[in-house]
């Protein structure tokens, strides 16, 4: 079992920056591949970014590319997605998820864990 817990989450200002972490426990944190997802209200959950166990490449949805790194520190069991030049479309619930694949991590049923989300309001 992996639990999964993601804090960082606030109003923010169009053009602003957030930094959203995900708190893992339970198995082996570096064995995972981790990914962050977010829901915005009437739309389907959506592949944000990933990093890989194996490789840490890591990997963005177009939207989000140049804007937002993630990050992870395995020392601590933590995730991190930096978010900068925030545009109102960003605000969502964002979930992070841990996959024991290094691969296909832009899919939401390659994820076995996560975690309740944390919310993301960008304001114009």
């Known amino acids: 079992q992996v639990q999964l817990v993601e804090s960082g989450g606030e109003l923010v200002q169009a053009g602003g920056s957030l930094r959203l972490s995900c708190a893992a426990s339970?198995?082996?944190?570096?064995?995972?591949?981790m990914g962050w997802f977010r829901q915005a209200p009437g739309k389907e959950r959506e592949f944000v970014a990933a990093?890989?166990?194996?490789?840490?490449?890591?990997y963005y949805t177009d939207s989000v590319k140049g804007r937002f790194t993630i990050s992870r520190d395995n020392a601590k069991n933590t995730v991190y997605v930096q978010m900068n030049s925030l545009k109102p479309e960003d605000t969502a619930v964002y979930y992070c998820?841990?996959?024991?694949?290094?691969?296909?991590?832009?899919?939401?049923?390659?994820?076995?864990?996560w975690g309740q989300g944390t919310q993301v309001s960008v304001s114009s």
């Open positions: 998820a841990a996959s024991p694949n290094p691969w296909s991590l832009s899919r939401p049923n390659n994820y076995d864990y």
């Open positions: 339970g198995r082996t944190f570096s064995r995972y591949s």
């Open positions: 990093i890989s166990w194996s490789t840490l490449n890591t």
